[in-house]
């Protein structure tokens, strides 16, 4: 019996993504083609998470034996620091190395400095989605000069019209940015150095800025923002890309003008990637899920789909997402020095001279705690009436479910929680 158990679970791939973070009808494309590389039959077992601490703890305590996760940056590199992944055998006899063929340089330059505790990312992880942190803002009541700086958030004139991410440390990674502009501007500090900065003292004059900002927000939100942004609730959100050209697109149908932007101060970028955790029992299968994830042609299917950005430099990638309705940007950073010039949209793909000003967060480690404790003193004391009608709108959903027996809504996109 436990040799047959055995038997079946090398014919089974594990896989445990987000919610909605793609085209589901390539997994079965991906069982026959894994077939027809190596000759042996797999059959996918597709699991989905909602926030990364979900999915890490259930690999931390050894329950779970996934083969492949797709975590958030600084998870990533928790799990690298905590021995929780082994490394990405990049031998895959003569199938293609989509991998390596196709990350963009930018990329694993950012996964180069991630801290891995003595690893280097890029040999326990593949990227698979990224975007930035920014600005969106209804440019009917807000100008782009108002957009272009985080003091927005602190702006009086949007009062009760400002939706914040429920995000603690998105949130103090561009507040401290603004708060040191002039010591990055004169040398003193560097933004990659603030990322590292987790002490009390920096804790502190966050906790102090938000406290002044707190009183004008609408909402803390996980999801619902990009609703509120479309129809006019709210005017100005912190939010990221990936919602943003969502929120874009839903309320250009409905008329409505939104913008999304990267704050002057500097912003941060984020990125998700699979890695394989070392429970993992199909460990072969894993690394072919992982390459068959970076064919071009498998990497547009799920951006199309999800609405997200992938990692992938590759030339069929940029011809697709090219669009003469944009401005001509300078991407060379992502798809090499040909991509000096291209039409693309700038919140999927921000300019050169845009990520020139962003940098990367990192796991808090042991001072994790004390995030979490600012970041509760700062909502704690601000219910308002956004709150108050988002959770009648929810009450009244639990109302329809008992009568109607089930709830109707809109895909969720949200990944950083």
Not at 38 to 58: A, P
Not at 228 to 250: H, K, P
Not at 330 to 359: K, W
Request: charged share 25%; hydrophobic share 40%; glycine share 6%.
């Amino acid at each position: 019996m436990l040799c047959a158990c055995s038997q079946d679970r090398n014919s089974v791939l594990k896989v445990y993504n987000w919610s909605d973070y793609i085209d589901e009808s390539v997994i079965p494309e991906f069982e026959q083609w894994y077939e027809e590389q190596t000759g042996e039959s797999v059959k996918v077992i597709y699991q989905t998470f909602d926030v990364n601490e979900t999915m890490l703890s259930k690999i931390e305590k050894g329950h779970e034996d996934y083969d492949v996760v797709c975590p958030s940056d600084y998870i990533i590199e928790r799990m690298l620091q905590s021995d929780l992944l082994l490394p990405i055998d990049r031998d895959f006899g003569d199938t293609p190395n989509y991998i390596d063929a196709n990350l963009s340089p930018y990329i694993r330059h950012c996964f180069d400095k991630m801290l891995g505790g003595g690893k280097n990312a890029n040999d326990y992880s593949v990227g698979y989605m990224w975007g930035t942190t920014g600005i969106l803002y209804n440019a009917k009541y807000v100008s782009d000069e108002e957009a272009s700086s985080w003091d927005i958030i602190r702006n009086p004139k949007f009062a009760d019209k400002i939706l914040i991410k429920d995000s603690a440390r998105d949130v103090f990674s561009q507040i401290i940015l603004y708060l040191h502009s002039e010591d990055i501007a004169s040398g003193k500090v560097s933004m990659d150095e603030l990322m590292l900065d987790s002490s009390d003292q920096s804790l502190a004059e966050v906790e102090a800025y938000m406290r002044q900002v707190r009183d004008l927000v609408a909402g803390w939100e996980a999801d619902f923002g990009k609703d509120q942004m479309t129809q006019e609730r709210a005017w100005v959100s912190l939010n990221w890309s990936g919602d943003g050209v969502w929120a874009i697109e839903e309320a250009r149908e409905m008329g409505v003008d939104l913008r999304y932007t990267c704050p002057k101060e500097g912003f941060t970028v984020w990125f998700d990637g699979w890695v394989i955790p070392k429970f993992a029992r199909n460990v072969k299968a894993a690394k072919y899920w992982i390459n068959f994830m970076s064919r071009p042609d498998i990497v547009i299917r799920n951006v199309e789909v999800t609405g997200y950005v992938s990692v992938s430099g590759a030339p069929e990638v940029l011809e697709a997402f090219t669009d003469e309705e944009f401005e001509p940007i300078d991407l060379s950073y992502f798809f090499g020095p040909e991509a000096d010039s291209v039409c693309a949209n700038p919140v999927l793909y921000p300019d050169r001279s845009d990520i020139e000003r962003s940098t990367q967060e990192h796991d808090w480690g042991e001072r994790t705690p004390q995030l979490v404790e600012m970041w509760s003193r700062v909502k704690g004391e601000s219910a308002n009436s956004m709150t108050a009608i988002v959770l009648g709108i929810f009450f009244l959903a639990l109302i329809g479910f008992a009568v109607y027996g089930r709830f109707f809504s809109r895909r969720s996109r949200s990944r950083r929680r």
